[in-house]
């Protein structure tokens, strides 16, 4: 039975803070790329292969803690955006990145 209590990483930069201790998750998020990549190129080839016009790509990291895993990951989509639009030849969207935790 849970006992309601909530655990957590401590946040912050400190010797027990999530930045300090989060380079599994950075491998985690590193071997996981070509996934993401591919589900974004299926998602850009679901839309005849160009952003509409005035478009926004809008992105949620809901438990993102600090640190910079999450605007690694932001970094890693809007590159990924950035080399299919180069191939296509067709406009950037703008991007829009929700973050929340606890």
Known sequence: MASGKLVHINAGNGECGYASNSTLQRRII????????????????????????????????????SGTNTLFTVSNIIKIVQVLCH????????FQAYLNDL
């Open 87 to 94: 191939e296509k030849s067709c406009k950037m969207p703008e």
């Open 30 to 65: 590193e071997e996981a790329k070509p996934v993401l990549e591919d589900a974004i190129k299926k998602m850009f080839n679901n839309i005849i292969g160009e952003f509409p016009k005035s478009s926004c790509f809008n992105m949620a990291d809901l438990g993102c803690s």
